[in-house]
């Protein structure tokens, strides 16, 4: 029976790097056996400008239906002036909220052929392969109390609260150990213990989860100090598990580790139902890019990795993910570019030059 995937490329470049996926899903169609049901929706500020809304009831409801969703990117500047409940990024966290999607996994390797793309030196990217799982559906992205409130004297005050349950920590911590132990067996676990009763919780509570996977090995970081060992020696990490906020700092701030922002893939992923499945949302880590919207000039990779996940993940096609994964990587070796992971002596592309590229090395690794 043929996958249901859902595409929502929402605002900015989030269509152009989407257009790309499409064309990979295509082929893999055409030349993998990969059947798969596609159909599209709007999400975030495109939504609201057709529906009032950021997301609608109705795109929920193919979301949850979808066996994937993959999602481009949303926002822009053409909604700061929306109240927060309709801006597009309302849209994204609505649909995380509503699939329950709480573990966001967000890899950060470097590429062998981007090593020195990295604003880092070379021999502390090289090799580099960590994992953020990030806790995204709590903390103080969704916490109440939150608003801004005008005081008496006609000053305002604005709110956030930053609130975890023992059960959303938990969940999340077991999804940490659990693919640490698929790879170096390693989680650190970073939060703000020192000045936060929630970050306290988190220690403990990761701590008590830690007791059924005696075979990794746990540290607990406070966050701001995780911020500067992943610049000063981030090969030192193999899982970092964190809240909603951090994991969202943190990770963008590992991306540049790779090279780009335009690089990171993620994945979204909820509880496994009795038969295993989990609902899952895809998407490149990186926003709407307004800087460069409509240039046809954004690195579709970050998108097209988020689809190997999404092969990996939600679709048990781990050798299709694998042969995206190469031809990515033998793209970069080529030395095709995009501007943002340009270097000197390289060959630069748009969007679709990108795409092009990353599909004739698909053909050729896959004998085609
Ligand atoms: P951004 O990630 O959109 O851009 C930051 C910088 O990285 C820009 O200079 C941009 O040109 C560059 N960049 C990002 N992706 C790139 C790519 N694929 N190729 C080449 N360069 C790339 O972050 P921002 O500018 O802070 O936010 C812009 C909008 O995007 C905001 O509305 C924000 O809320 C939204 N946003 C959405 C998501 C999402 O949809 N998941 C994520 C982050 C930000
Ligand atoms: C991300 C983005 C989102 C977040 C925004 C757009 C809601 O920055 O996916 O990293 O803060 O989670
Ligand atoms: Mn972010």
Avoid at 145 to 165: K, M
Avoid at 171 to 176: D, G, L, S
Avoid at 211 to 227: S, W, Y
């Amino acid at each position: 029976m043929a996958y249901t995937i859902l595409i929502v490329a929402g605002d900015g470049i989030g269509p152009e790097v989407m257009g790309e996926v499409r064309r990979v899903i295509d082929w893999l169609g055409a030349h993998r056996g990969f059947d798969a049901e596609v159909s599209e929706d709007l999400v975030g500020g495109c939504s609201y400008d057709q529906h009032g809304v950021p997301a609608t009831d109705a795109m929920i409801e193919k979301a949850k239906a979808a066996d994937a969703i993959l999602l481009g990117a949303v926002g822009g500047p053409k909604w700061t002036a929306t109240s927060y409940d309709k801006r597009p990024e309302a849209g994204l966290l609505r649909l995380r909220k509503d699939l329950e999607l709480f573990a966001n996994l967000r890899p950060a390797i470097c590429f062998a052929p981007l090593v020195d793309a990295s604003s880092l030196k070379r021999e502390l990217v090289e090799g580099l392969d960590l994992l953020f799982v990030r806790e995204l559906t709590g903390g103080v992205y969704f916490g109440e109390p939150r608003g801004i409130e005008v005081l008496a004297d006609g000053s305002r005050r604005g709110v956030n609260t930053q609130v975890y349950t023992t059960e959303e920590i938990r969940r999340v911590a077991r999804i940490a150990f659990e693919l640490a132990g698929k790879r170096q067996g390693k989680v650190t676990s970073a939060e703000k213990s020192n000045v936060m009763e929630s970050g306290l919780l988190w220690r403990e509570e990761v701590t008590e989860v830690h007791k059924d996977f005696p075979e990794i090995k746990l540290d607990h970081m406070l966050a701001d100090n995780c911020a500067m060992q992943l610049v000063r020696a981030p090969k030192q990490f193999d899982v970092i598990v964190t809240d909603n906020l951090f994991g969202d700092i943190l990770s963008d701030e590992a991306a540049m580790l790779t090279g780009s922002l335009g690089m990171l893939p993620s994945a979204s992923l909820g509880a496994a139902d009795a038969s295993g499945r989990r609902a899952a949302l895809y998407e490149p880590i990186h926003g709407s890019a307004p800087d460069i919207a409509g240039k046809g000039v954004a690195n579709p990779i970050a998108s097209i990795l988020s689809l190997a996940m999404a092969l990996r993940y939600s679709f048990d096609r781990g050798a299709d993910a694998d042969l995206v994964e190469q031809a990515v990587e033998q793209v970069l070796t080529d030395g095709i570019r995009t501007g943002d992971i340009m270097q000197p002596g390289k060959t630069q592309v748009g969007s679709k030059g990108m795409g092009d590229a990353i599909l004739a090395a698909m053909a050729v690794l896959a004998g085609k």
